[in-house]
């Protein structure tokens, strides 16, 4: 029997956490599966085989990894499966990072997969469900970026497109370098291409990803940089351009001076800031300090006055203390950011800040980390009420589920924007189309308003 005669109607479905680079992951593992006659289904109880894409850049995510594998245990299989058990697969980071461990503290666990080994999927069901037992494939550090995988986007209109894997800058705190390898950059000729092929197929909304897209290229000969990228990609005419993430020790005069240049490169831009204390930024081996982050600030919102900003912060750094909390407050305050992702900071085993000192008690943690999301949210409101009486362009993406005579996209700037539906009109016929709003609410996380063009 053949790969696809074992796989064939096999149904699968996907629990998918951490960044984008694992939401991509999911995409292409979809594909893939697909193409090897799997069927997606949309629930856990209807599916044969599961695959959970992990995340363990924080210790929270790894302890509901453990209690959700084993719940599933209790979830019988769609009604006619052939199967005697479903097929439970681990990937994504916490894959990589455990692998045949995994099989030994979770009994139910068939395939663990490193991040690396992503096309290796089919095979590796194949050889349970015609062998038994366990299959697990980690690859360490592949030199190749195995991006040439069909994929089944979860929104067709909108498209991530990576352009590095890895991470060669070793914060401290940080365990996405050992679990994502180091920092490859794939030919700007098959980014290009790739990203000529979306827009070909209709897709309206291209997002260029790597953990810092900024670095593009250091490992590449010839002299292309992520601001020759960013120019080519939006030379193919795509409607929205947008990357992320950006280190800011390596965003360059050209790609700040281009969001002033491409009228499709969109006015948001995510540039994490982790703490606004030098101290604490050179502890966390960030190697910027907030004056030359500031700077960027002053800089962006000169190219591009109506820039929103987007941030992610730490509290809690093994010897925060009460002045350098205060320093990342004051940063907070000042740049007037659209949004901030705060987390409170989590011991990761393996990585140097793991070893540092911290007698920060718990509920100091806590307070100052509640302090700061207030002002988040006070300083979010603050961005989004400036967008009242405007006309934004809106890219829907359906209706809102909570309320569906509502439909939601977002804005150039990245915000939330709800409409109603004009009467009569069904929302599919919204779906992956900009639309013209006038924006008559602002609310901390979304604007509203009405449509201006049908
Ligand atoms: N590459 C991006 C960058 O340079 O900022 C971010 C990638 S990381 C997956 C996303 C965010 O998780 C980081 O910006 C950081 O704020 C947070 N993070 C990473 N490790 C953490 C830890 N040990 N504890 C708490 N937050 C952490
Ligand atoms: Fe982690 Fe730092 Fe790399 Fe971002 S740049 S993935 S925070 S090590
Ligand atoms: Fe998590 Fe891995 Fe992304 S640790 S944040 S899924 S790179």
């Known amino acids: 029997m053949t790969m696809n005669d074992i796989l064939t109607n096999k149904t699968f479905y996907t629990f998918t956490y951490g960044c984008q680079m694992n939401e991509h992951d999911s995409e292409r593992i979809a594909g893939l599966l697909e193409s090897c006659g799997c069927v997606p289904v949309s629930t856990l109880e209807e599916s044969e085989i599961?695959?959970?894409?992990?995340?363990?850049?924080?210790?929270?995510?790894?302890?509901?990894?453990?209690?959700?594998?084993?719940?599933?245990?209790?979830?019988?299989?769609?009604?006619?499966?052939?199967?005697?058990?479903?097929?439970?697969?681990?990937?994504?980071?916490?894959?990589?990072?455990?692998?045949?461990?995994?099989?030994?503290?979770?009994?139910?666990?068939?395939?663990?997969?490193?991040?690396?080994?992503?096309?290796?999927?089919?095979y590796l069901i194949t050889g349970v469900l015609s062998q038994g037992g366990h299959f697990v494939e980690i690859e360490q550090d592949s030199d190749s970026?195995?991006?040439?995988?069909?994929?089944?986007?979860?929104?067709?209109?909108?498209?991530?497109?990576?352009?590095?894997?890895?991470?060669?800058?070793?914060?401290?705190?940080?365990?996405?370098?050992?679990?994502?390898?180091?920092?490859?950059?794939?030919?700007?000729?098959?980014?290009?291409?790739?990203?000529?092929?979306?827009?070909?197929?209709?897709?309206?909304?291209?997002?260029?990803?790597?953990?810092?897209?900024?670095?593009?290229?250091?490992?590449?000969?010839?002299?292309?940089?992520?601001?020759?990228?960013?120019?080519?990609v939006a030379a193919t005419g795509v409607e929205r351009l947008r990357f992320a993430t950006s280190h800011p020790k390596d965003l360059t005069d050209e790609v700040i001076a281009a969001f002033g240049e491409l009228d499709n490169l969109m006015p948001a831009l995510h540039l994490p800031v982790q703490s606004g204390s030098d101290r604490i930024l050179e502890d966390m081996n960030r190697t910027y300090?907030?004056?030359?982050?500031?700077?960027?600030?002053?800089?962006?919102?000169?190219?591009?006055?109506?820039?929103?900003?987007?941030?992610?912060?730490?509290?809690?750094?093994?010897?925060?203390?009460?002045?350098?909390?205060?320093?990342?407050?004051?940063?907070?305050?000042?740049?007037?950011?659209?949004?901030?992702?705060?987390?409170?900071?989590?011991?990761?085993?393996?990585t140097p800040a793991a070893d540092m000192f911290d007698d920060t008690p718990r509920d100091v943690i806590q307070r100052r980390f509640d302090r700061l999301v207030e002002l988040v949210q006070r300083k979010a409101l603050e961005q989004n009420r400036r967008f009242l009486g405007r006309d934004l362009d809106v890219l829907f993406e359906g209706p809102s589920r909570r309320d569906p005579s509502m439909l939601v996209g977002h804005s150039p700037h990245n915000v939330t924007v709800h409409a109603p539906l004009p009467a009569g009109m069904d929302a599919s016929a919204f779906v992956g189309r900009t639309c013209l709003v006038h924006i008559d609410e602002a609310k901390t996380w979304y604007l509203s308003g009405t449509l201006v063009e049908r």
């Open 145 to 232: 970026f195995s991006t040439d995988l069909p994929s089944d986007r979860e929104k067709p209109w909108s498209a991530w497109l990576p352009i590095t894997v890895g991470c060669d800058n070793f914060c401290t705190f940080c365990i996405v370098p050992y679990v994502r390898g180091r920092e490859r950059s794939r030919a700007i000729e098959d980014v290009v291409m790739n990203a000529e092929a979306y827009v070909a197929e209709g897709v309206k909304e291209i997002t260029l990803l790597g953990q810092n897209v900024n670095s593009y290229g250091r490992d590449l000969y010839g002299s292309p940089r992520f601001a020759d990228v960013l120019k080519a």
């Open 50 to 122: 599961v695959i959970f894409m992990t995340c363990c850049v924080r210790e929270r995510a790894d302890i509901r990894l453990m209690g959700q594998v084993s719940t599933i245990k209790g979830v019988p299989l769609p009604e006619g499966s052939a199967l005697d058990k479903r097929i439970v697969c681990i990937g994504g980071c916490i894959g990589q990072r455990d692998g045949i461990a995994l099989t030994e503290t979770l009994d139910n666990v068939d395939v663990v997969f490193g991040t690396q080994n992503i096309e290796r999927l089919p």
């Open 289 to 350: 300090d907030s004056a030359h982050y500031l700077g960027l600030v002053r800089k962006l919102r000169a190219s591009c006055p109506d820039i929103a900003l987007s941030t992610d912060v730490i509290v809690g750094f093994p010897g925060e203390t009460e002045e350098d909390f205060q320093a990342t407050y004051d940063l907070i305050e000042s740049v007037g950011y659209s949004q901030v992702f705060t987390f409170i900071y989590s011991r990761r085993e393996g």
